[in-house]
Structure formats: C-alpha cells, structure tokens
Nanobody, 119 residues
Framework: QVQLVESGGGSVQAGGSLRLSCRTS????????AGWYRQAPGKERELVAD?????????ADSVKGRFTISRDNAKNTVTVYLQMNSLKSEDTAVYYC???????????WGQGTQVTVSS
C-alpha cells in the first residue's frame, strides 16, 4: 500500500507564497503521474497541476504562471512539490496530493492540507 503525506499548508495573505510537499512510499522507478488537486467548500475536487515521471507538467488555467509543480529526483521515492506564488483568496481550499501509480495508474491520495488565503 502506497502512503502519501502532505505538508506545508497554512494561512497566508493574498499575494503571498506557500510551498506544499508530498512525500510518498512509492519508488520513483515505477511509471507514475503525481499531481495536486484541491477542493474548496461546496465545490468539486479539481486538478491543480500534475507532472509525469518524465517531467512533463500540466496546469489548471487558473494557476498558470503562479504555481509550479516539481519532483525531487534525488530521492528514490516519489516526492513532489507545489510552489504557490501570488496567492489569491480563491486559492483557498484543501489541497490533496495524488499519485497514479504503475501501468494500471492506480490512484492513491494523501490526507489533504488546508491552504487559506486572506484578502
């Protein structure tokens, strides 16, 4: 069973920055796509950004130019970061790390970390 642990959430004023981390127990030598999703109160969970094991990235339009997803390939386990700059109040949500692992792209989720942006 793959485990994912997020950290780095918190409260920040609009215009500020936060960096989320996701550490997993999955070896990075198995094909995978890692990503960040978020869910605001009363809304559906949505993709924020993801990154393939080859380093190809994909972003939601609402965060392009402000957020950057990256991997730490110095570690043998999948470790993913989300650098969030120029935060807006509408970025307030619970952020979840996701891992689509192996050829079958089995889904694994972290427990979520709260990000609150005050205007």
């Amino acid at each position: 069973q793959v485990q994912l642990v997020e950290s780095g959430g918190g409260s920040v004023q609009a215009g500020g920055s936060l960096r989320l981390s996701c550490r997993t127990s999955a070896t990075r030598f198995v094909t995978n796509v890692a990503g960040w999703y978020r869910q605001a109160p009363g809304k559906e969970r949505e993709l924020v950004a993801d990154i393939t094991d080859a380093g190809n990235t994909n972003y939601a339009d609402s965060v392009k130019g402000r957020f950057t997803i990256s991997r730490d390939n110095a570690k043998n386990t999948v470790t993913v970061y989300l650098q969030m700059n120029s935060l807006k109040s509408e970025d307030t949500a619970v952020y979840y790390c996701n891992l689509k692992y192996g050829r079958g792209r089995r889904d694994y989720w972290g427990q979520g970390t709260q990000v609150t942006v005050s205007s």
